[in-house]
Nanobody
Framework: QVQLVESGGGLVQPGGSLRLSCAAS????????MGWYRQAPGKQRELVAT???????KYADSVKGRFTISRDNAKKTVYLQMSSLKPEDTAVYYC???????????????WGKGTLVTVSS
């Protein structure tokens, strides 16, 4: 099993910054893609940013130029630096990892429980 624990959410004013972290633990053999998704009230969950083990990144158009995803493979941790935050960025942010566990030796998707980001004055 893989556990993903997010941290760093909170209340921030428009134009402000926050940094989210997500640490993976468990019987991990390897982690392929790690990323962030978000779900605003009444909306579907959407991709925010992803990072492959090789270093390739992908961003939603709505966050390009404002958010930066990075990861520390040794620590099995992915980060999301969010800047120039807007009220429309308000959502629960979920960490995702495509990981191989020692038990299954298959790539499976794992999700964190989410961390709330509220952008409001």
């Amino acid at each position: 099993q893989v556990q993903l624990v997010e941290s760093g959410g909170g209340l921030v004013q428009p134009g402000g910054s926050l940094r989210l972290s997500c640490a993976a633990s468990g019987s991990i053999f390897s982690i392929n893609t790690m990323g962030w998704y978000r779900q605003a009230p009444g909306k579907q969950r959407e991709l925010v940013a992803t990072s492959t083990s090789g270093g390739s990144t992908k961003y939603a158009d709505s966050v390009k130029g404002r958010f930066t995803i990075s990861r520390d493979n040794a620590k099995k941790t992915v980060y999301l630096q969010m800047s120039s935050l807007k009220p429309e960025d308000t959502a629960v942010y979920y960490c995702n990892a495509a990981a191989v566990t020692i038990e299954t030796m298959r790539v499976l998707d794992y999700w964190g429980k989410g961390t709330l980001v509220t952008v409001s004055s």
